[in-house]
């Protein structure tokens, strides 16, 4: 292994959540009930796009069990988004997408509710429906929004019509130099949306008692859904409180405040605890379950030496009827157009577009694997072009330390190099094969994500300990790491601690379980919170002990005198009367800086902090006669800075390369013209089995990451699924002797492309 | 919604209750995930038939296998008779859904659920399988293809059940497979299927039974494709001749599954490969079962 520094230790670890997952005894949200608790069913849109004249809940109301009618006329006249307000809890004039909610029943059962919803009378002025995302931009398109002018937006948000927002990187004269290049190379490509498909559908439980409302939801931001709650029905945060039972994945798919508003308002009019289950086909078309669709057009000037001279890069985006969280996508995506290479002259542009379709959000690394599948392609028509192996041309294209990011971002020490090599020798790059069978290799990259969090560490009287965190723990089993972290500095060990989390009744404010932020930030609090403890520990052991405070070490359960372990006294002990508390939150590392001065649209992600950096290889057969294609084999080496959980870090990437080869071969969503889904089940939208998952390689480049994470670490969570498709496709590519430009890449479309035929 | 659901003791109960306007369940892989989806509201009452213990187990009959309504897929995969002397049921049987499918559905329910892209449609309608039909009034035996009228129809009366499926077993010399294009390797549908038995005497292709799935409104053999084969060689030309007249006689739909123009190509391609590989377990010569993954990436010529 190519590995600088140690890893953390391999242990095995039973995390504290598991033999309830596995047993079946684990309750999640749709699990949960209380006496006289009442069922939701929504009513949606029966247009993707149509003003609403006028709606008449009367002979919903008039059905025997229909506790509570609401529509947005009962709440607040609050719009809210992420960086655009562009929404309210259910549609006031205009439904936009065909699973917009126009109103909301709660009933004694769940088929009276359904029945109630039916019944609502609903007139409609049907509009012309923008599904085309690329149209969507055309003078004359219909508007999505049609007061898009007047939202509250974020200062830095360039809007026009149907974009929903624009974004440019710049960095020298990409013209000049792409005139001057010797070759140059153009390539599109288009991908299909694609769904997080969490196995758990949402579920929603809100009960009040006086003006507190608590809800329990399967978010993944149950912080960010208790602010959308309390804007939505005007009430303070304290009042809302918000727990996630065991969650049941999610993927990016439950980032935001989805559907906690509706429930309470329904629960608060229907006097009754009301609970919302949504059945697979809701899951699917529910707004921010998906990936955009994105157009991609890249050009790069290049010269026979294989030195990247000039990149220019268009993408367009389907941000689908609303902003939910998912604002800076676009801006996420220009960078990716850039990707990790040493580039002089760029000149990128993004459009996120406004359309009548389904909302997209920050389904893992949003934006990433589309773009990076695009221009991983480019870049071996690139390598083709200049007659240069493509492994070759990565090698000296790749940044490193001290080179200039798209945004003169000036790199620390950076491993994509060595996960370069790392990842061709695993898979045996270069090995002879059979003429069906090639192995593709991409690059890829991700940000990590600064954010503030709090933490704390409560010794209980018998020694045992309490750690409160406001993190969330989507399966990925990060939270569940977080008391093997606290042991190892107080000395204890892991399964002496419980963790009291995912509840905003408990703990500070917290991102949530998005942009792989878990270990960095919430960690960072957790380790802040145990070492405070640690200072208190010794403190009072100094004392009891009349020692020295230097001359003291925690072990064992004990603070002892170093070289004199009988001189000890047990954690229990110091808190036996039970005030021993740490806090802690850390310090936020800061973005680096950036010479951005160019570039439109500035939400952030300009700066890339402690960049995850990865490589994967993929070797694949490729059935020619029916464009079947198997992938036998994946190599990742990621750099993610020290791992600190390695069996934690190692499920990360197995679990992203599994979700990688859906989104290179089979997970499309498929829309109609008008923007509704055609695949909306797991019968047609095909996710991967456990039967086609092949053999699967990991290492990991660890090199400690200077103002990141704790410990020198980076995340880890949502770099496995970027470079996947790339890597799959580029070795597809090499099978057909051709580029296949639409994602998924089908059988169909493989087949197409293999028989130079129309798909 | 269901208003009456009752579990049948005896053959004669659930009988009397079809009379009654019952519909009967098994497995329930069809009825519950149908209904569930959207696709069909569950009848108002429901049969279940899944305890008796007649209508359960595999047995020879002389030269006739007899499947119980309630054998499952499973069931099939494992039976000798059924591997060694009717293998394209075992094909079929082994790629149905998932192992949960495979476990609880049952060949009766897959039958009278007359789905054009059941897999075990075509290798029994190769076989010459019958339905045995009882009711109140008697018992009848139908041919598969008289009782398969169209997309999810039969020609069965209301208070008639499945009882058994009739499979006559073919002698020595004989080689069956069923193929399907499979996009993923589990939890998959069929979008293009084949099935063939052929039998051989001395090296010539005595008779060829060819069927194709998914392609037409009812699963349906193909007299143009089997004609084309038998009194052959078995060669690569009379296959790739046979496969031909396989595909034109499908008359495939464009949907999320597929174009029309893909699997035409595609039922070309899966017929070949289902007829080389009924061809090779009739030379004797060792194809897996299933046959599908087995064949993944065959590039044409024979086996």
């Given at each position: 292994m190519t590995a600088t520094g140690t890893a953390a230790p391999e242990t095995t670890y039973i995390r504290s959540d598991g033999i309830e997952k596995v047993t079946g005894t684990g309750r999640y949200t749709a699990d949960m009930t209380m006496t006289g608790v009442a069922a939701a069913k929504f009513r949606y849109a029966?247009?993707?796009h149509a003003k609403i004249l006028s709606i008449d809940t009367s002979a919903a109301e008039a059905?025997?069990?229909?506790l509570a009618v609401v529509t947005q006329a009962d709440l607040p006249d609050v719009r809210f988004g992420g960086f655009t307000q562009d929404r309210t809890l259910f549609a006031r004039d205009v439904v936009r997408f065909e699973a917009e909610i126009v109103a909301g029943v709660a009933a004694t059962t769940p088929e009276i509710a359904a029945e109630a919803a039916r019944r609502i009378e609903i007139e409609y002025e049907v509009l012309p429906a923008v599904s085309d995302f690329e149209a969507a931009m055309a003078p004359g398109a219909p508007l999505v929004h049609e007061d898009w002018a007047s939202y509250v937006r974020d200062e830095n948000i360039v809007a026009d019509g149907n974009t929903f927002a624009y974004h440019t990187i710049v960095k020298g004269d990409a013209d000049a130099a792409m005139a001057g290049a010797e070759i140059v190379v153009h390539g599109r490509y288009r991908s299909d949306a694609s769904q997080g498909v969490p196995i758990e559908p949402r579920a929603v439980l809100a009960h009040w008692q006086g003006d507190e409302v608590t809800i329990w939801s399967s978010t993944q931001v149950p912080y960010a859904a208790r602010a959308g709650v309390a804007q939505t029905l005007d009430m303070p945060e304290a009042n809302v409180r918000i727990v996630v039972p065991l969650l049941g994945g999610g993927f990016g798919a439950k980032c935001d405040l989805h559907f906690e508003g509706q429930v309470a308002a329904l629960a608060r009019a229907a006097r009754r605890p009301v609970k919302l289950v949504f059945s697979r086909e809701e899951e699917f078309t529910a707004i921010a379950q998906r990936r955009e669709g994105i157009a991609m057009e890249f050009e790069t000037g290049v010269t026979r030496e294989g030195k990247l001279v000039a990149r220019r890069a268009r993408l367009v985006l389907d941000k689908g009827a609303y902003c939910g969280e998912g604002g800076f996508l676009g801006q996420m995506a220009a960078m990716h157009a850039c990707g990790p290479y040493r580039i002089d002259h760029i000149a990128v542009e993004s459009f996120l577009n406004y359309t009548n379709n389904q909302p997209s959000g920050s389904v893992r690394a949003p934006t990433a694997p589309q773009v990076c599948w695009g221009l991983e392609q480019h870049m071996d028509e690139v390598a083709a072009a200049i007659g240069m192996d493509p492994v070759e041309l990565r090698r000296r294209t790749l940044i490193e330390e001290g080179a200039e990011g798209p945004t003169r971002q000036v790199f620390d020490r950076v491993g994509i190099k060595e996960t370069l090599e790392r990842a061709t020798e695993m898979i045996g790059y270069g090995q002879d094969l059979p003429e069906d069978e090639a192995i593709g290799v991409a690059v890829g990259w991700w940000p990590s994500m600064p954010a503030p969090s709090g933490a704390y560490v409560h010794i209980n009287g018998d020694g045992s300990g309490t750690i409160v965190t406001g993190a969330q723990e989507n399966g990925s089993g990060a939270v569940m790491a977080l008391p093997r972290f606290v042991a190892e500095e107080l000395g204890m060990q892991a399964q002496d601690f419980t963790i009291l989390y995912q509840d905003t009744a408990a703990a500070n404010w917290d991102m949530g379980s998005c942009g792989s932020q878990t270990t960095f930030n919430s960690g960072r609090a957790v380790l802040a919170a145990a070492a405070d403890v640690r200072e208190q520990l010794l403190d009072e052991a100094a004392d009891r002990l009349e020692a020295d405070r230097d001359d003291l070490e925690l072990a064992d359960g004990h603070i002892r005198v170093k070289g004199s372990p009988e001189r000890a006294v047990s954690i229990a002990d110091i808190a036996a009367d039970g005030t021993v508390h740490g806090k802690g939150s850390g310090e936020v590392p800061e973005a680096p800086p950036v010479d951005a001065g160019g570039c439109v649209g500035r939400l952030g992600n300009e700066s890339f902090l402690a960049p995850q950096l990865i490589t994967q290889a993929a070797h694949v057969k490729v059935d020619r006669e029916t464009g079947v294609v198997r992938v036998l084999k994946l190599a990742a080496a990621h750099d993610s800075g020290m791992i600190l959980n390695r069996i934690g870090a190692d499920g990360q990437v197995f679990g992203g390369l599994v979700m990688g080869i859906g989104l290179a071969l089979s997970e499309g969503t498929i829309l109609d013209e008008e923007g509704r889904q055609r695949n909306p089940h797991l019968l047609d939208y095909k996710l991967v089995t456990c039967s086609d998952a092949p053999e699967m390689l990991v290492d990991w480049i660890q090199i400690p990451a200077k103002?990141?994470?704790?410990?020198?670490s980076k995340g880890v969570g949502e770099p496995p699924q970027v470079p996947t498709a790339g890597a799959i496709a580029n070795a597809i590519a090499k099978v057909l002797g051709r580029q296949v430009t639409q994602l998924p890449m089908t059988p169909e479309r493989v087949w197409a492309t293999a028989n130079e035929v129309e798909a | 919604m269901t208003a009456s659901f009752t579990s049948a003791a005896s053959v004669e109960e659930a009988i009397a209750a079809l009379g009654d306007g019952a519909r009967p369940i098994a497995g329930g892989t069809d009825l519950v995930v149908g209904s569930r989806q959207g696709k069909a509201p569950l009848p108002e009452a429901i049969v279940a038939i899944d305890r008796l213990e007649d209508l359960r187990g595999i047995r020879r009959e002389g030269d006739v296998l007899a499947l119980g309504t309630l054998v499952t897929h499973e069931d099939l995969v494992g039976d000798d008779t059924v591997r060694t002397h009717l293998t394209a049921i075992a094909d079929a049987s082994a790629i149905v859904g998932s192992h949960a499918t495979r476990a609880q559905g049952t060949i009766g329910g897959n039958v009278m659920n007359a789905s054009p892209a059941m897999d075990t449609g075509a290798p029994l309608l190769c076989f010459g399988a019958t339905a045995v039909l009882r009711s109140a009034s008697g018992e009848r035996e139908v041919a598969l293809d008289e009782l398969w009228t169209g997309p999810g129809a039969t020609s069965a009366g209301a208070g008639e059940l499945l009882t058994a499926v009739r499979v006559p077993v073919p002698g020595a010399g004989t080689g069956s497979s069923y193929v399907r294009l499979e996009y993923r390797r589990q939890m998959e549908i069929a979008v293009v299927g084949a099935a063939a038995v052929v039998t051989l005497d001395g090296g010539a292709v005595r008779d060829a039974r060819i069927a194709i799935t998914a392609l037409t409104p009812v699963i349906r053999r193909v007299s143009e494709a089997e004609a084309a084969l038998d009194g052959s060689d078995g060669g690569a030309d009379a296959i790739a001749a046979a496969a031909a007249a396989a595909a034109a006689a499908a008359t495939p739909i464009s949907d999320v599954r597929g174009s029309a123009d893909y699997r035409r190509a595609m039922a070309e391609v899966i017929a070949r490969r289902a007829i080389t590989a009924a061809l090779a377990r009739a030379r004797g010569e060792q194809v897996p079962v299933p046959a599908s993954p087995a064949l993944f990436g065959t590039q044409g010529a024979s086996a």
């Open positions: 029966d247009h993707p059905l025997p069990g229909v103002g990141a994470g704790p410990r020198g | -």
